[in-house]
Structures are given as C-alpha cells and as structure tokens.
T-cell receptor
Framework: AQKVTQAQTEISVVEKEDVTLDCVYE???????LFWYKQPPSGELVFLIR??????QNEISGRYSWNFQKSTSSFNFTITASQVVDSAVYFC???????????????FGKGTHLIIQP | EAGVAQSPRYKIIEKRQSVAFWCNPI?????LYWYQQILGQGPKLLIQ????????DSQLPKDRFSAERLKGVDSTLKIQPAKLEDSAVYLC?????????????FGAGTRLSVL
C-alpha cells in the first residue's frame, strides 16, 4: 500500500521569507512518480511538478525548488522569497509507474495549508 | 486549451436523495478520474476510466456510487441514496497529454452538502 505524509498541517510566514513544505512517502514499488499540486481557495488543483523515482536531481523553477531524496523517502518543496499569492493548500502525491492495467490514480497526503502574511 | 469542466459547482441535498455530477475532460485525454475530497483531507481516488472502460474502482462504494463514461468522453458520477458522510468536494481529472501522459489536470470540483 502507498502512503504520503505531510506532517505540517499549517504554516504561516511573513512575505519574503523562505518556506519548506515536507513530504514523506511510503511505497513497496521501486518505480514510481511523485507530484506536487497547489490548491488555491478557488478549489482547482494546479499541477506544479512531477518527478520519477529514477531521477534524484533537485529541480528549480523560479522561486520554487524541490529536493528528492530516495534514501529518506522524502520529496520536499521550498518556496524562496514567498509572496501573498503563494497562499494555498499544497498537496504531495504518489503513483506507481508500472501498475497493472494502467491504474495510476494518485495517493495524496493531507496537505499543508500555507499562509503568507503581508 | 480548455480545461476540465465540471458541473454543477455546488449542490445541496437531503440525505437519502440522489445526485449526479458531470465532467467533461480536456479534449483528447483518454483517461478520466473521479476523486472525493473531504474537508481537511487530500483527494481520494474513487474511479479511473481509460476511454470508456473502468481501470480501477477499488475504492468506489458500489452500493451507492456509480459512474459511467459511455462514449469515452464525458462522465457522470451518481450517488443514490446520499448519506451525510458523502458531503465533500468531488473532483474530476483527466490525463493523456502527449509527453506527459500521467500528469492529471483537475477541474474546479462540485461541492456537495448532504443535510
């Protein structure tokens, strides 16, 4: 069975601070994909990044960066110089890469509510 | 490119009533998913379609929930009869973009309140 743990329920920081959202996952599969999604108050989940289990390179996209460490089963997300528009709920998710029959529904964590105060 | 469309956005019903939600995926996406998101939780997969066939419905409460995707495009999710614990946001997602086939794109969801 797969499991994703986001231990931080809510984080509140002041604008321009850096913030890291933690994600720890469990899976028996050796090949899998990890994802981060953003859910603003409007409710629609917005895709941010996908990472496969073969690729442990860190990734940077503007103010966003992701640190994937297979040794600790973690896929953490850092926002540098946070802005009020970053306020949202962020979800980490996991799916098997080669599941039987093509089943690739996502297993989500409970989410971290990020509040950026002006 | 148009995103995933869902309707209605909100629905309020009494327990034991029936309700249906509609989803139109991104054009050309073969795979469609329905998720249930209870307040304060992450989304939970209910059912996955590949074209008009069911790939995974292991977490669908089949005694009261049903879903179909008859022509491999639009999909309908039905609850009959509804229970109080069915109050949640029902999210539809689709995938199938060339080069990014398992990236799921979500609609805005239908917020269901069962009284």
């Amino acid at each position: 069975a797969q499991k994703v743990t986001q231990a931080q329920t809510e984080i509140s920081v002041v604008e321009k601070e850096d913030v890291t959202l933690d994600c720890v996952y469990e899976t028996r599969d050796t090949t899998y994909y990890l994802f981060w999604y953003k859910q603003p108050p409007s409710g629609e989940l917005v895709f941010l990044i996908r990472r496969n289990s073969f690729d442990e390179q860190n990734e940077i996209s503007g103010r966003y960066s992701w640190n994937f460490q297979k040794s600790t089963s973690s896929f953490n997300f850092t926002i540098t110089a946070s802005q009020v528009v970053d306020s949202a709920v962020y979800f980490c998710a996991l799916t098997d890469m080669y599941s039987g029959g093509g089943a690739d529904g996502l297993t989500f964590g409970k989410g971290t509510h990020l509040i950026i105060q002006p | 490119e148009a995103g995933v469309a869902q309707s209605p956005r909100y629905k309020i019903i009494e327990k034991r009533q029936s309700v249906a939600f509609w989803c139109n995926p991104i054009s050309g996406h073969a795979t469609l998913y329905w998720y249930q998101q209870i307040l304060g939780q992450g989304p939970k997969l209910l059912i996955q379609f590949q074209n008009n066939g069911v790939v995974d419905d292991s977490q669908l409460p089949k005694d009261r929930f049903s879903a179909e995707r008859l022509k491999g495009v639009d999909s309908t999710l039905k609850i009959q009869p509804a229970k109080l614990e069915d109050s949640a946001v029902y999210l539809c997602a689709s995938s199938g973009t060339p080069g990014a086939k398992n990236i799921q794109y979500f609609g805005a969801g239908t917020r269901l309140s069962v009284l």
